[in-house]
C-alpha cells in the first residue's frame, strides 16, 4: 500500500527536485502539493508548484494548495540563490487555472479524509501547518507524522548565524508546530548540510527524454550557478531532497528523542531552534531528530529515486 503524503514546498530547486523524487516513487501517493512562501513569494510559489506539476505531468495529478502571505513573516531575500522565480529563471509559463484552495484548506481536508495514515512532509516555512493546525485543533492528533526540513541542534544556522531558512521565515509558526501534540520528525542542516551533490550528478539524471530528466536539465544549472557565487561551492545542498530520502529510505538515518522549541523574539537569534540537551533535561520530548547520516548511501539513494521515473 503506498504511503500517503502530502507535500509543502516553496520551490526553489531543491523543493523542485524533491518534487521530482516524490512523484517519481511508487511507494508515496502523493495526495496533495502546498505552496507556501519562502523562497520566493507566496504568489510565486504558487506559480512555481503549478509549473513544476504541469512540467511533470503525473499519471495521478496531487491537489494544489495556493500560499498566501505569512501573518509573522521575517524579511528575507534567497533570490540570489535560486533566482528571482525561484527556478532559475525557467520561465515556465503556467496554465491560468481555476481558483485554487488555500495550502492550510487543502491540507485539513486531506488529512480529515485519511485521519492517522497522512505524512505531512514540510520543506518549506511552517506557516501553513501552523495555520491548519490553527483552523483545526483536531488536527495534530489526525496527522500520522510531520516530518520538517529546518533548524539546526549544534551548527550554525544558514540565513542567519543561528537560524535556519525555513524556521526563520515564520518562526512563530515554527513554535506553533513545534509545541503542537503531533508526531514529528525533524531533519536539520547539521544533516542535510553534510550532504553535497556534485557536477556528476548532471551524469546521473534520467535522459532528456523523460520529464524528470529535462526538467532538472533545465533548473539544476542555475542551482550549481548560486552555490559557486554565493557559498564558493563547486557542488549543491539538497536540503529538501535529503528530508524526502528520510521518508522513504529511514533506516539510512539515525534519530534520537529530543526536547525543541523555536526562538521568535531575539533580535540575533529569531527563527533558531533550541533543544534542551543538559545533563538532566527538564523539557519534554517533543520530536525525533536525524543526528546522523549514511552519506554515501542517501546521495545513491537520491539518484536512484530521481531515475525511478515512469
Ligand atoms: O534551509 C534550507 C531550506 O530553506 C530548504 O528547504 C530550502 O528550499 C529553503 O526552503
Ligand atoms: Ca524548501
Known sequence: MARKV?????????????LCMALSN?????LAVTAVGGNV???????????????????RWPRLGAASEPDNRLAVD?????GADGLGGAGFVVAERQHLLPSEKVICDQVRDAPHSVTLIALGPLTNIARAFLRDPELPSLVGRI?????????????????????????????????????????????????ELSYDLFNRLPSESTRVGRLMRKLLPAAFRGYRQQFGLEGIHVHDSVTLAAVVHPELFTMKSMAGDVETQGELTAGATVFD??????????????????????????????????
Not at 511508487?26 to 502523493?30: A, F, I, N, T
Not at 539513494?301 to 530521481?306: E, F, G, P, R, V
Request: aromatic share 4%; glycine share 4%; with cysteine.
Open 6 to 18: 502530502i507535500i509543502d514546498v516553496d520551490p526553489g530547486i531543491d523543493d523542485a527536485m524533491a
Open 277 to 310: 540537551r543538559r545533563r538532566v533535561p527538564a523539557w519534554r520530548h517533543n520530536m525525533e531528530v536525524a543526528v546522523d547520516v549514511q552519506r554515501d548511501a542517501v546521495v545513491e539513494a537520491i539518484l536512484h529515486d530521481l531515475c525511478a521515473v515512469e
Open 147 to 195: 516530518v520538517i526540513m529546518g533548524g539546526t541542534v549544534a551548527g550554525p544556522g544558514n540565513i542567519t548565524p543561528a537560524a535556519e531558512f525555513n524556521m526563520y521565515c515564520d518562526p512563530i509558526a515554527a513554535q506553533t508546530v513545534f509545541r503542537s501534540l503531533s508526531t514529528k520528525t525533524l531533519i536539520p542542516l547539521d544533516v542535510t548540510n553534510r550532504i
Open 26 to 30: 511508487p511507494e508515496l501517493d502523493v
Open 41 to 59: 513569494a507566496p504568489a510565486q510559489a504558487t506559480r512555481n508548484v503549478q509549473a513544476i506539476i504541469e512540467q511533470l505531468d503525473p499519471s
Open 78 to 82: 534567497r533570490r540570489s540563490l535560486y
